[in-house]
């Protein structure tokens, strides 16, 4: 799928597995949803720039690579996105966070704004959104829209689960922002749900209904 990369690492899927099992705890899911954040992180940021710098080891002078440019700033749709927020963070603690809240309004599945706070030089640096479902990809369309507004230009998109539909219209409004994925299921359902899925990953994050 064109823009579109599928994480098959052993531990992704397996770890993807135990999430869809609906018998997985509250607690369960949301340290699941952590560990393949960390795992998803690893994957995305793969192909970042390196510079060489000198340094000195415990026996000598040495010239070594460290990642280019400014901080990445992670950027996670409230409020599911923050389950991936902490494993990321683990891999690159200097990352900034840039929060975007948006619900889905029931009636018409389309994303509604109610907060926004992110770094003033986004233009500077790689933005990596992350949302644990791609599934009409309203919220992601208008989340990326106003990074967009604000100077992103290096936008990602990282999420755990995707339909086809929302890849589609995701692609279509930003072909410039890659996805990675550990998978892209069968379909929505009449409700905006993945089918099969795992169901709403903020209500089992959380334990809410």
Do not use: M, Q, Y
């Given at each position: 799928m064109d823009g579109v990369t599928i994480v098959t690492h052993p531990l992704v899927q397996h770890k993807l597995t135990l999430m869809r099992d609906k018998a997985r705890s509250t607690k369960g899911f949301r340290q699941l949803l952590n560990e393949i954040g960390m795992?998803?992180?690893y994957e995305v940021t793969r192909d970042?720039?390196?510079e060489q710098v000198e340094i000195e080891t415990p026996l000598g002078a040495m010239t070594a690579?460290?990642?280019a440019g400014k901080k990445?700033?992670?950027a996670p749709i409230l409020r599911a996105g923050v389950g991936f927020l902490d494993g990321m963070l683990s891999l690159v603690p200097a990352a900034r966070v840039a929060h975007i809240g948006l619900y889905r309004d029931p009636?018409?599945?389309?994303?509604v704004e109610y907060y926004f706070k992110a770094p003033s030089d986004l233009a500077e640096r790689l933005v990596v959104v992350m949302d644990p479902m791609l599934a009409t990809a309203n919220s992601a369309v208008?989340?990326?829209?106003?990074?967009?507004?604000?100077?992103a230009r290096d936008i990602r998109f990282v999420c755990l689960l995707a339909a086809p539909e929302g890849v589609r219209k995701l692609?279509?409004?930003?072909?410039d922002v890659h996805i990675w994925t550990a998978?892209?299921?069968?379909?929505?359902n009449d409700h905006g749900y993945i089918v099969p899925g795992l169901g709403d990953a903020g209500d089992r994050m959380y334990g809410t209904k």
């Open positions: 795992l998803l992180c970042l720039p390196l690579p460290v990642i990445l700033v992670f009636e018409t599945l389309t994303a208008a989340a990326i829209d106003r990074l967009k507004e604000h100077g692609r279509a409004a930003h072909p998978s892209v299921d069968s379909h929505l």
